[in-house]
């Protein structure tokens, strides 16, 4: 009896585990995103963002064997106790142009939740719930709806998104 | 062209980059690895000494040109690759959980060493084209089988 896979919903998470001396500073890009809030515009190249994308890139070439091509980035800002929209990156009606994966980061977060929908075969509207942590990150296709939660009073949340092809 | 393979957290190699050599001379112009892995930590946001010098030219401990003492960390670093300081070796994936390695040649062994020569009847057979014999390893009965691809 043989069995193939001929579709599956990856979910890669961890930390972002760089040398000593070579950290993600995340203060850093946590200012980058309320620059591109304040002044909406794109959320800008820096060493650290390099840092983070060429580690992602890397690693998930190394463990799983693709490549992943940057699409685009942005951040975002979640007050006290709010819960995002659905969140779908990708595009219905161009999929040619959308992208394969959503990667989160969490770059200030706390008490900070993924919530993940998914089908499975016939048993539809099932959800993954998963924390996002300070320096940890999600990947998950981009074909998946998502919502972000802030789940405590007194902070806000700053998440970075970026979403890639795979070759 | 100067290789440095970059080496991950966990030992393994997550990248291969080239450059010019001209980019590792020292004072005295002569190519220093210190050198080139100081350049790479600069342009690359990863520590020097997580830039480890590879041979294009080296594979198996031995060196393309024919002048083994060319040869350089055992094989040319691939993404993927285990690098082992103790023995200065980049080493490939381990192709079965029972094989060991080998350091005199960089590469992996069977424990109960290569596979054995073809008989000669079989040889004949493999230039004449009728068969196609070779040797697979089989890792649950631990030994050699010989098989016929065209069979």
Redesign the interface.
Known sequence: MHKKVLSEIDLHYGTI??????EIDRDKLKSDILSSQIKNSKFPYS?NW??LN?YMR??I??EHGFTLINKETWGNVYKPKEVSIPLLNIDPVDLRNSPDYTFLYGVNVKDCSVRIHYDQNRRAGRSWDIPLENNGFIMFPSTQMYYITNNQTDSLNFILTTTYEFI | MAHFAKIGMNGKVIGVLTFGNGDMLNADGVEDESVGQQYLERHNNWPAPMWIQTSYNTRNNTHSSGDNSKALRGNYAGIGYEWDEDNNIFWPKKPYASWVKNTTTASWDSPIGDAPALTAEQESQNTAGTHKWYYVWNEAGQSWDVRDEKA
Do not use: W
């Open positions: 585990d760089m040398p000593k001396g070579f060493r390099d840092m060429t890397e690693h070439n190394v």
